[in-house]
């Protein structure tokens, strides 16, 4: 031991390896509770940069200039620059639409109202027989005169609307006041994006070298196994939300539903939320199908509008899981709906909306790692396989993940 850091002491036993492990586990789980706030500025980096890796190796291999670092380095810079100026573009010709198309779904939303509260005084105050009695909706929800009637008119919806709001200004000061503190955390991602792009290979090579040789052919095949996970619901998730953005848009456009940028790109959106978010998405269609027609087709409006947007919708939800996700997603991910969507309400009481996105490829991932421990300590015929076998199998995962 002569040659790290000068250290001439014998080496510690074995109990005192797995002791100085154990607290070194412990110490690292507390500083990463502690620091919560750094983790997700330091996922969003990770993400961003990994979603831009393949447009930094399509660089590098163009270059032909320089050493492969200098190389590495132009393609980051070249990829990082490519990246914002698609971001200045969609915020110079996209968002300007999204907002003109916003505010009219603002000048709809008074109209959206009136037809809701008209649609419930109707309702609530006609007479309906139940059992032969003569009943009205409204007095069953409390004490009011037979004789009286309501009407949702008769509540002042400014006032309700101040007192709710009242109390959330405070909130929104601070968050004025935090302005700075976004523009700082933008600025470090923005960093930590570009040096992830430039040495992420270097860094999965140290990795790799923190295990000894028996081991590094596993942490390579769980890499490169966790590579595909994420490949295929990152980039994946990604193509899907373009993908279903324009079919809806497209779609809105031709059967005349109002907004159908915004609607586009709230289905784009709500896209990366698996299971529940083309439902989600479908809502809002829905709603501006049943309260205002067709900007296209003459006399359709009403309930006959709102079946024809849902059947409409159902059917691209439907085309996209038979023949857009297995083609893009492929069985990395292989997730019943039932674990996908507890791993989404957990991911959103732990994480936000960031634990929400990551909820799948998490689970994903912990699975993977759940398999691995699981062949290393609960199958013995695994450690017991013979030599030969194990060379084979190592040959088989590297050819796997090439």
Same mark, same amino acid.
């Given at each position: 031991?002569?040659?790290?850091?000068?250290?001439?002491?014998?080496?510690?036993?074995?109990?005192?390896?797995?002791?100085?492990?154990?607290?070194?586990?412990?110490?690292?789980?507390?500083?990463?509770?502690?620091?919560?706030?750094?983790?997700?500025?330091?996922?969003?980096?990770?993400?961003?940069?990994?979603?831009?890796?393949?447009?930094?190796?399509?660089?590098?291999?163009?270059?032909?200039?320089?050493?492969?670092?200098?190389?590495?380095?132009?393609?980051?810079?070249? *990829?990082?620059?490519?990246?914002?100026?698609?971001?200045?573009?969609?915020?110079?010709?996209?968002?300007?639409?999204?907002?003109?198309?916003?505010?009219?779904?603002?000048?709809?939303?008074?109209?959206?109202?009136?037809?809701?509260?008209?649609?419930?005084?109707?309702?609530?105050?006609?007479?309906?027989?139940?059992?032969?009695?003569?009943?009205?909706?409204? %007095?069953?929800?409390?004490?009011?005169?037979?004789?009286?009637?309501?009407?949702?008119?008769?509540?002042?919806?400014?006032?309700?609307?101040?007192?709710?709001?009242?109390?959330?200004?405070?909130?929104?000061?601070?968050?004025?006041?935090?302005?700075?503190?976004?523009?700082?955390?933008?600025?470090?991602?923005?960093?930590?994006?570009?040096?992830?792009?430039?040495?992420?290979?270097?860094?999965?090579?140290?990795?790799?070298?923190?295990?000894?040789?028996?081991?590094?052919?596993?942490?390579?095949?769980?890499?490169?196994?966790?590579?595909?996970?994420?490949?295929?619901?990152?980039?994946?998730?990604?193509?899907?939300?373009?993908?279903?953005?324009?079919?809806?848009?497209?779609?809105?456009?031709?059967?005349?539903?109002?907004?159908?940028?915004?609607?586009?790109?709230?289905?784009?959106?709500?896209?990366?939320?698996?299971?529940?978010?083309?439902?989600?998405?479908?809502?809002?269609?829905?709603?501006?199908?049943?309260?205002?027609?067709?900007?296209?087709?003459?006399?359709?409006?009403?309930?006959?509008?709102?079946?024809?947007?849902?059947?409409?919708?159902?059917?691209?939800?439907?085309?996209?899981?038979?023949?857009?996700?297995?083609?893009?997603?492929?069985?990395?991910?292989?997730? %019943?709906?039932?674990?996908?969507?507890?791993?989404?309400?957990?991911?959103?009481?732990?994480?936000?909306?960031?634990?929400?996105?990551?909820?799948?490829?998490?689970?994903?991932?912990?699975?993977?790692?759940?398999?691995?421990?699981?062949?290393?300590?609960?199958?013995?015929?695994? *450690?017991?396989?013979?030599?030969?076998?194990? %060379?084979?199998?190592?040959?088989?995962?590297?050819?796997?993940?090439?």
């Amino acid at each position: 031991m002569e040659d790290l850091f000068g250290v001439t002491s014998p080496p510690w036993s074995l109990r005192t390896r797995r002791t100085a492990a154990l607290i070194t586990l412990l110490l690292a789980g507390v500083f990463a509770w502690r620091l919560a706030a750094m983790w997700p500025p330091l996922i969003v980096a990770l993400v961003l940069a990994y979603l831009l890796s393949p447009l930094v190796s399509l660089f590098q291999r163009v270059l032909s200039v320089g050493s492969p670092e200098i190389r590495r380095t132009l393609a980051t810079t070249l *990829a990082f620059a490519v990246a914002i100026l698609v971001v200045v573009f969609i915020v110079l010709l996209i968002v300007p639409a999204i907002v003109s198309q916003m505010d009219q779904f603002g000048d709809a939303l008074p109209t959206l109202g009136r037809q809701i509260s008209n649609g419930l005084d109707t309702f609530l105050n006609t007479p309906i027989q139940i059992g032969g009695q003569t009943v009205v909706p409204l %007095h069953l929800f409390g004490q009011v005169d037979s004789e009286a009637t309501f009407s949702v008119s008769d509540i002042d919806l400014v006032a309700a609307a101040r007192q709710f709001l009242l109390p959330l200004t405070t909130p929104v000061l601070g968050a004025l006041g935090s302005a700075l503190n976004s523009l700082l955390s933008v600025f470090f991602v923005l960093t930590m994006v570009f040096y992830l792009m430039k040495d992420g290979p270097r860094f999965i090579q140290q990795i790799e070298m923190l295990f000894t040789e028996p081991y590094r052919n596993d942490v390579r095949t769980l890499l490169g196994r966790l590579g595909e996970i994420w490949n295929a619901y990152l980039r994946g998730q990604l193509l899907l939300s373009i993908t279903m953005g324009t079919l809806v848009y497209l779609a809105a456009v031709i059967l005349g539903v109002r907004s159908p940028l915004v609607l586009g790109l709230l289905s784009g959106v709500l896209e990366f939320i698996p299971n529940i978010g083309p439902f989600l998405a479908l809502i809002p269609a829905a709603m501006f199908a049943l309260f205002f027609p067709s900007t296209t087709i003459p006399g359709l409006e009403g309930l006959l509008f709102m079946v024809v947007v849902v059947v409409v919708w159902t059917m691209m939800q439907n085309l996209e899981a038979i023949f857009l996700v297995p083609r893009i997603m492929g069985d990395s991910l292989d997730l %019943h709906p039932v674990v996908v969507i507890v791993a989404v309400i957990g991911g959103a009481a732990l994480a936000g909306v960031l634990g929400v996105i990551l909820a799948a490829p998490v689970v994903a991932t912990v699975r993977l790692l759940g398999d691995y421990l699981y062949a290393k300590i609960i199958r013995s015929e695994c *450690a017991a396989a013979p030599a030969g076998e194990s %060379h084979d199998s190592e040959r088989d995962s590297e050819e796997e993940i090439e």
